[in-house]
């Protein structure tokens, strides 16, 4: 009598879409997933099911993610696709519109159902195999995204170190959420309307997630929340991000630790302390301020000036005197006139900042900003977003160019994507994906190795080096 033939896995890819905080969901759905035993492919043309993990923090986010499941949907009847499952932000914030509008879609999962992902999805298997997440590409939109107004409800779901969890990073690398959610309550945000109240995992949870992951050769934890110098305070921890630091500063095999978002409003001399006195977490300050004039901030909801940002920006400085500085800037919000947008130019001038990104205004449904007219037309807000990124340019380019000559510390990350004679890498002061890089056009060592290196030039954005020594 013949055995009854084993069950083929189900053959899963995901696309993940949005910031970092949404990778580590895909990666904690890619973890449930693989304990059902499936089998995950990047090529989406394999793939039986797709998850497409959503972001629905603005407009043209949410667009992105609506172009991307059409045409997910569309390899039902050019591939292999029987199931098209959307999770995440977008589920969560606009779930009823989105059942009505997208029949394409077969399963629907918000933040709070992210554990039972397998369940929902109907998958099982066989042990699976390794793993990382589909390129989402986009062609022009076919659709717009949910614009109506909606009733959603805020998550509570929150993972710990015990969860199931598959990186889609390279394997030296990892980012590590230290919490959830957000209690403050900016007026251009809808962030905590859907992803709920800030709450944070324990320091115990997140050192053995840390743990856990040097083990497993990861170098460079990159800790991620909407806003980590909060973190603690909803557990009773004063100052907890710099609790959080010191224990992690213990964990051996860990090279790098970087801070991502802190917020001006909760940053904290004892934190800055920690942070420079610690001998992995790296001297690099991640601090979105939005703008700088007193008034714009005022009715943004966050407070604060340029002159107390300056000051901020000083007391960094001193604690951390090689520090790298990223911020991030909103230009057009509601009112933002001229004289506004100006005085934001000036503080750049003097802020001297590594890395800037800038953002115009989207206005949202469900946020206090909603209620004020959108009155910075589109073309003003893009023309302003224009001037900001090309008076940032030469401050880069000089903060770049103070750097020749110095010899420092570089996490090998491969082949440049357009040349195999040149290696590239980071710094301490350059964070995965949203910063510069380091171009090697001497010496070998291979991808995930810290290795001396001197940088030689510039190129733009992009720094220039040699590894020194043996790799």
């Given at each position: 009598m013949s055995r009854p033939r084993a069950a083929r896995p189900t053959r899963v890819g995901m696309m993940s879409l949005g910031c970092a905080k949404n990778l580590v969901d895909s990666e904690v759905m890619l973890g449930h997933l693989g304990a059902a035993g499936c089998e995950f492919v990047t090529d989406p043309g394999e793939a039986e099911v797709i998850v497409v993990n959503t972001c629905g923090f603005i407009e043209p986010a949410r667009e992105e993610s609506i172009r991307t499941i059409l045409e997910a949907a569309e390899l039902k009847r050019t591939g292999r696709l029987r199931k098209l499952v959307v999770a995440g932000c977008l589920v969560q914030r606009y779930g009823d519109e989105l059942r009505r509008s997208l029949p394409e879609v077969d399963v629907f999962v918000d933040l709070d159902q992210?554990?039972?992902?397998?369940?929902?999805?109907?998958?099982?298997?066989?042990?699976?195999?390794d793993l990382p997440i589909l390129p989402a590409r986009s062609r022009a939109a076919r659709r717009r995204g949910p614009s109506a107004t909606a009733a959603w409800t805020p998550a509570t779901y929150l993972y710990d170190d015990a969860t199931p969890r598959r990186l889609a990073t390279p394997p030296w690398t990892a980012y590590v959420k230290i919490a959830e959610g957000c209690d403050h309550t900016c007026a251009f945000c809808a962030i905590p309307s859907f992803r709920g109240a800030f709450r944070s995992r324990t320091p115990e949870s997140v050192g053995r997630e840390a743990a856990d992951l040097a083990r497993r050769g990861v170098r460079e934890i990159n800790l991620v929340a909407q806003d980590s110098s909060h973190y603690g305070r909803d557990l009773g921890l004063s100052d907890g991000l710099a609790v959080l630091l010191e224990r992690l500063d213990a964990v051996e095999d860990l090279a790098w630790i970087r801070v991502h978002y802190l917020y001006p409003n909760t940053l904290t001399d004892r934190v800055l302390d920690a942070m420079a006195r610690s001998h992995r977490v790296v001297?690099?300050?991640?601090?979105?301020?939005?703008?700088?004039?007193?008034?714009?901030?005022?009715?943004?909801?966050?407070g604060g000036s340029a002159e107390g940002h300056l000051r901020l920006l000083a007391s960094v400085r001193a604690a951390m005197p090689d520090v790298s500085m990223r911020t991030t800037f909103l230009v057009g919000f509601p009112g933002e006139t001229d004289a506004e947008f100006d005085a934001l130019l000036a503080f750049l001038d003097e802020a001297r900042f590594d890395h800037v990104g800038v953002f115009p205004y989207s206005h949202e449904d469900g946020t206090p900003a909603y209620a004020?007219?959108?009155?910075?037309?589109?073309?003003?807000?893009?023309?302003?977003?224009?001037?900001?990124?090309?008076?940032?340019?030469?401050?880069?380019?000089?903060?770049n160019a103070d750097r020749v000559g110095q010899r420092v510390e570089v996490l090998v990350e491969g082949a440049h994507p357009e040349t195999e004679h040149l290696l590239v890498g980071r710094t301490r002061g350059q964070a995965r994906e949203v910063d510069g890089h380091v171009l090697l056009n001497d010496g070998f060592a291979e991808p995930g190795r810290l290795v001396p290196v001197e940088i030689t030039d510039v190129a733009g954005y992009d720094l220039v080096g040699t590894i020194l020594g043996p790799s």
């Amino acid at each position: 009598m013949s055995r009854p033939r084993a069950a083929r896995p189900t053959r899963v890819g995901m696309m993940s879409l949005g910031c970092a905080k949404n990778l580590v969901d895909s990666e904690v759905m890619l973890g449930h997933l693989g304990a059902a035993g499936c089998e995950f492919v990047t090529d989406p043309g394999e793939a039986e099911v797709i998850v497409v993990n959503t972001c629905g923090f603005i407009e043209p986010a949410r667009e992105e993610s609506i172009r991307t499941i059409l045409e997910a949907a569309e390899l039902k009847r050019t591939g292999r696709l029987r199931k098209l499952v959307v999770a995440g932000c977008l589920v969560q914030r606009y779930g009823d519109e989105l059942r009505r509008s997208l029949p394409e879609v077969d399963v629907f999962v918000d933040l709070d159902q992210v554990p039972a992902i397998a369940t929902l999805t109907g998958v099982g298997g066989p042990p699976p195999s390794d793993l990382p997440i589909l390129p989402a590409r986009s062609r022009a939109a076919r659709r717009r995204g949910p614009s109506a107004t909606a009733a959603w409800t805020p998550a509570t779901y929150l993972y710990d170190d015990a969860t199931p969890r598959r990186l889609a990073t390279p394997p030296w690398t990892a980012y590590v959420k230290i919490a959830e959610g957000c209690d403050h309550t900016c007026a251009f945000c809808a962030i905590p309307s859907f992803r709920g109240a800030f709450r944070s995992r324990t320091p115990e949870s997140v050192g053995r997630e840390a743990a856990d992951l040097a083990r497993r050769g990861v170098r460079e934890i990159n800790l991620v929340a909407q806003d980590s110098s909060h973190y603690g305070r909803d557990l009773g921890l004063s100052d907890g991000l710099a609790v959080l630091l010191e224990r992690l500063d213990a964990v051996e095999d860990l090279a790098w630790i970087r801070v991502h978002y802190l917020y001006p409003n909760t940053l904290t001399d004892r934190v800055l302390d920690a942070m420079a006195r610690s001998h992995r977490v790296v001297p690099y300050i991640d601090l979105p301020l939005q703008h700088a004039h007193r008034d714009v901030l005022r009715r943004m909801r966050r407070g604060g000036s340029a002159e107390g940002h300056l000051r901020l920006l000083a007391s960094v400085r001193a604690a951390m005197p090689d520090v790298s500085m990223r911020t991030t800037f909103l230009v057009g919000f509601p009112g933002e006139t001229d004289a506004e947008f100006d005085a934001l130019l000036a503080f750049l001038d003097e802020a001297r900042f590594d890395h800037v990104g800038v953002f115009p205004y989207s206005h949202e449904d469900g946020t206090p900003a909603y209620a004020l007219a959108d009155d910075v037309p589109h073309d003003v807000k893009e023309e302003r977003k224009a001037r900001l990124l090309a008076r940032q340019q030469p401050i880069a380019f000089a903060r770049n160019a103070d750097r020749v000559g110095q010899r420092v510390e570089v996490l090998v990350e491969g082949a440049h994507p357009e040349t195999e004679h040149l290696l590239v890498g980071r710094t301490r002061g350059q964070a995965r994906e949203v910063d510069g890089h380091v171009l090697l056009n001497d010496g070998f060592a291979e991808p995930g190795r810290l290795v001396p290196v001197e940088i030689t030039d510039v190129a733009g954005y992009d720094l220039v080096g040699t590894i020194l020594g043996p790799s």
